[in-house]
C-alpha cells in the first residue's frame, strides 16, 4: 500500500514557476514508477510526466518537454515536478501516482495509487 501526498501547487502569472512534491508513504517506493497527470476543468486527465524505478528514465507529454523536469528522491521517497515557463493552458489539478514496473507509463489506468491532487493556476 502506497499513500501519496501531493503539495506545491499555488496561483502564478504565466511565465512563472512552480515545484510540485510528491511524498509517498510505504517501504517499497523505490520500486515504483512515479508519474504526473492533469485535468483540467472539463477534461479528461492527461498525461504530463513520469520516471521510472530502475534507472529512473524520464517521460514527457509534448506539451509539457522543455518546460518541466520530473526528479525522484528515493531516500526521501519524494517524486518532484519542476514547471518552468507555464502557461494559462497548464492550469489543472495535478496528480501524483504510483505504479509497478510493469505496463505503459503514460495510461493513467495502469496507475494503483494515486494523490488527492494539487491545484495549479496560471493568470495571463
Known amino acids: 500500500q502506497v499513500q501519496l501526498v501531493e503539495s506545491g501547487g499555488g496561483l502564478v502569472q504565466a511565465g512563472g514557476s512552480l515545484k510540485l512534491s510528491c511524498s509517498a508513504s510505504?517501504?517499497?517506493?523505490?520500486?515504483?514508477?512515479m508519474g504526473w497527470f492533469r485535468q483540467a476543468p472539463g477534461k479528461e486527465r492527461e498525461f504530463v510526466a513520469a520516471?521510472?524505478?530502475?534507472?529512473?528514465?524520464?517521460y514527457y507529454a509534448d506539451s509539457v518537454k522543455g518546460r518541466f523536469t520530473i526528479s525522484r528522491d528515493n531516500v526521501k521517497k519524494t517524486v518532484y515536478l519542476q514547471t518552468n515557463n507555464l502557461k494559462p493552458e497548464d492550469t489543472a489539478v495535478y496528480y501524483c501516482?504510483?505504479?509497478?514496473?510493469?505496463?505503459?507509463?503514460?495510461?493513467?489506468?495502469?496507475?494503483?495509487?494515486w494523490g488527492q491532487g494539487t491545484q495549479v493556476t496560471v493568470s495571463s
Open positions: 520516471i521510472s524505478s530502475i534507472g529512473g528514465s524520464m
Open positions: 501516482a504510483a505504479k509497478p514496473y510493469s505496463g505503459s507509463i503514460y495510461r493513467s489506468g495502469e496507475y494503483w495509487y
Open positions: 510505504g517501504r517499497t517506493f523505490i520500486s515504483y514508477d
